[in-house]
């Protein structure tokens, strides 16, 4: 039987991201997954579990809304080991962001409300952090956004619910491509195209998005740095290509120069998140006393 053409695109997906150094694993349903999670956050921390132990890290990743769980996957985490000792871990590491466990895994199988099989997903030190959804060349994107939100109703929080620690979609009919962050209220109009540095988009998920957006490093520090957590509507967020190359440009002309930096912004175009990450993460360099910003005059 000749192979669809949406699954070609996804066996020359996950071929491509391992070229990119993603390890492949195959994981077909919760049970494989919570293994390998259990391996990987091993391998990150340097410890071992012990089967109560891991028992108490489920408990731990199971508490909570996605937003919560997002605030989870970034904090310090503490148990009590098996012989009284404190035992404290980490989930990601968010200042190396290099420094995780990347793989990279398809059609893994979870049955909540109705059994859903998922294209392709990528974890960071065994947890669920990327899930892509792909459609044939033709089909439009809104189709794939469509599919992600019945996977967020019907099946992300099943059981353990660890695909609710998912952090970022990606949709694609393989010429066209999109990236949002998972916040299940938001609308297809919250869905946004990569570009480069000079504002080209990226839209072929086999021809510069991928080597891009997903390669291992970028990946994680859109996670660990250009994620932000909304306290007041109780959200996640990411930024747009424009406002992190803004922010990159910021830090490294700190680091790099004694000179003044600006950003230049239209209307409507996200002063105020490209402020708020910018302070976020410079008032965290050693050498920023100050930062101040003029949103809006």
Request: aromatic residues 12%.
């Amino acid at each position: 039987m000749p192979k669809q053409p949406e699954q070609v695109l996804e066996e020359q997906l996950v071929a491509q991201l391992q070229k990119m150094g993603y390890g492949f694993v195959s994981i077909k349903d919760e049970s494989q997954l919570i293994a390998n999670l259990k391996t990987q956050l091993e391998k990150h921390n340097n410890i071992r579990f012990s089967d109560t132990e891991f028992e108490k890290v489920i408990n731990l990743l199971g508490k909570g809304s996605v937003f919560e769980k997002a605030k989870t996957l970034r904090e310090k985490q503490h148990i009590v080991r098996d012989n009284g000792d404190s035992l404290y871990f980490e989930f990601i590491n968010t200042e190396h962001w290099c420094q995780n466990q990347f793989q990279v895994t398809n059609q893994v199988t979870m049955e909540g409300k109705y059994l859903n099989r998922y294209d392709v997903t990528l974890l960071i030190n065994g947890l669920p952090l990327v899930q892509i959804e792909l459609k044939r060349r033709g089909l439009e994107l809104k189709e794939a956004f469509n599919q992600v939100n019945r996977y967020q109703r019907h099946s992300f929080g099943a059981s353990a619910a660890l695909f609710q620690y998912v952090q970022l979609f990606v949709i694609s009919n393989g010429v066209n491509t999109k990236y949002y962050a998972n916040n299940r209220h938001q609308s297809f109009k919250q869905t946004f195209y990569w570009t480069d540095k000079d504002n080209n988009r990226l839209t072929n998920i086999l021809n510069g998005f991928t080597s891009s957006f997903l390669e291992p490093c970028h990946i994680s520090k859109m996670i660990c740095k250009y994620i932000v957590l909304n306290e007041t509507h109780k959200i996640l967020m990411v930024l747009r290509p424009y406002q992190f190359y803004a922010v990159e440009a910021l830090i490294d002309r700190v680091k790099n120069s004694s000179k003044n930096g600006y950003i230049w912004h239209t209307t409507g175009s996200g002063k105020t998140l490209t402020s708020f990450k910018a302070s976020q993460i410079l008032m965290n360099l050693p050498q920023v006393k100050k930062v101040v910003f003029v949103v809006d005059r």
